[in-house]
């Protein structure tokens, strides 16, 4: 492979640095805020990520963090509830980002993408969830959601 020019590797840097400047990802220093705590997990959602439509749906990245202490299959337990599995293969599970959207007006919700990560935040799995909408629990966390981030003038069914 040939050696990059001077002013090749400077063109590239220039590309690079913005992105390098200026990105503000999911990471521990974001501003997530928590919406809700069950007994497995606390759950959070980063508010630059909502977006409104004008037929009542939400759309918004979530994070759910379990408790420390909590064991493996608690958190096995408690997803499959919620109706969001998680391979037992995965064992060192950290935390999930979840995009999901919200029908204020309906009360459903549906989750699109799911990011696994470990402990350490390296990805494990990302998956995309084709079950479509659910009802909203007002005892379910998507519930705490939407209470938060569906707009108050939408008349709910």
Request: glycine share 8%; aromatic share 16%.
């Amino acid at each position: 492979m040939a050696r990059m020019k001077k002013w090749e590797r400077f063109r590239i840097s220039l590309f690079l640095l913005p992105m390098i400047v200026f990105y503000h990802g999911f990471g521990e220093g974001s501003d997530w805020k928590i919406f809700d705590q069950g007994e497995t997990f606390f759950y959070y959602y980063y508010e630059d990520t909502i977006r409104k439509t004008a037929n009542g749906i939400v759309s918004l990245w979530i994070r759910t963090v379990p408790h420390q202490k909590v064991e493996f299959e608690k958190v096995l337990e408690e997803r499959q509830k919620a109706g969001i599995p998680l391979h037992s293969e995965i064992q060192d599970y950290g935390y999930s980002l979840i995009f999901m959207k919200l029908h204020c007006i309906e009360k459903k919700a549906k989750i699109i993408q799911e990011k696994i990560y470990n402990k350490k935040g390296f990805l494990l799995k990302s998956y995309l969830d084709t079950t479509g909408w659910k009802p909203v629990s007002h005892l379910a966390f998507e519930g705490a959601l939407s209470g938060q981030v569906c707009p108050a003038n939408i008349v709910q069914k």
